[in-house]
């Protein structure tokens, strides 16, 4: 099988096409989705391939357009809704958590609910794009049953998980990094899946384990690099979905380290690192030789001003210090 490099944001792109090319159920709502494409171009080129009857431009309202997303699901529809920021996410919280999440449930298990919610997520730092545009909700959401949680960190992953998502039959929050839809990766040249609950080792190492998600999993191998000339080995563990969530692999690799650094973007108090700390605590306690470290957002809203943005989100020198505090080789 061929391969070929390609941005996160066309991927993402090319995926939709794909299956809507495919399955003329599937069909796409969201502010500004139209010819501009949407605000950060994902969907740029389907309108005009597919016409505003399955491209459909929504007003400035989330709970209405997500909740009309939701009926059409119950109806048989595969609606794909993109939210222009995943900051207003909150609007629809009644339609996601209270509805969608709910559906199969309640209908004991007899429907599918074909609905993948797609949100940009997280700062871009020095764009000074404030608290109400720079936010990382995700933990929110995997307090919820019902619903999954998808958060892809490279090309391949962004297409084979949103392929994954549009195919699944379950309410689904997709999250992309603003800051990822530049970057570029390999995808094979035929289509496949990356399925949920399924973490990847970015990279090898015996001496320490750093969990993270999206963007940070970026950082993680950076601040990796910057380690091992320090002679600390870790390993990288990319998440891939928090909902469900690769319990054994990362039980595997602390069982071959010892230690666990968990790094994600969002705040840090009530962040998606205290479940997998907790659960390593409870599960594994035997194998660690050092303390677990999270490492995430300073909890203030995220500022305006790009020297104070730089400042609260998580950085490389961040993981550095994180790693040391807990390796056995930081002496």
């Not at 502010?31 to 929504?58: A, C, M, N, Q, Y």
């Not at 563990?237 to 973007?265: A, Q």
């Not at 490492?295 to 490389?316: D, Q, Y």
Request: glycine share 10%; hydrophobic share 40%.
């Amino acid at each position: 099988m061929g391969t070929r490099t390609i941005t996160y944001a066309a991927a993402i792109n090319e995926t939709l096409r794909k299956e809507m090319e495919k399955d003329e159920t599937v069909f796409l709502m969201g502010e500004d989705i139209g010819p501009l494409g949407g605000l950060f171009g994902v969907t740029k080129g389907l309108h005009e391939r597919f016409g505003s009857d399955r491209v459909l431009e929504t007003p400035i309202s989330e709970s209405g357009y997500v909740g009309a997303a939701v009926g059409a699901a119950m109806l048989g529809m595969k609606p794909i809704v993109e939210l222009q920021f995943m900051d207003w996410c909150t609007v629809a919280m009644d339609a996601i958590v209270n509805s969608a999440a709910k559906t199969i449930y309640v209908h004991d298990g007899q429907v599918s609910l074909h609905l993948v919610i797609r949100a940009p997520y997280g700062a871009v730092v020095g764009a000074g794009l404030g608290c109400h545009h720079s936010q990382s909700f995700e933990s929110f959401f995997t307090h919820v049953p019902g619903l999954k949680v998808a958060m892809p960190t490279t090309p391949y992953d962004a297409a084979g998980l949103l392929r994954t998502s549009i195919q699944d039959g379950n309410p689904i929050l997709f999250l992309e990094h603003k800051v990822l839809y530049s970057t570029k990766g390999e995808i094979p040249e035929e289509e496949y899946l990356v399925p949920f609950g399924r973490a990847a080792v970015r990279r090898e190492g015996s001496d320490a384990t750093i969990v993270g998600t999206g963007l940070m999993v970026h950082k993680a191998l950076a601040a990796a690099n910057q380690l091992q000339g320090d002679g600390i080995s870790c390993e990288v563990i990319d998440l891939r979905t928090l909902l469900p969530w690769d319990k054994d692999l990362v039980k595997s690799s602390v069982k071959k380290t010892g230690r666990l650094v968990i790094v994600h973007e969002a705040w840090k108090i009530g962040g998606f690192g205290g479940e997998v700390g907790a659960t390593v605590a409870e599960e594994a306690t035997d194998y660690l030789r050092g303390p677990i470290v999270r490492v995430g957002c300073k909890f203030a809203p995220i500022p305006f001003s790009p020297p104070l943005e730089k400042f609260i989100i998580p950085n490389e020198a961040d993981i550095v210090a994180a790693v040391k505090r807990t390796s056995r080789k930081a002496s």
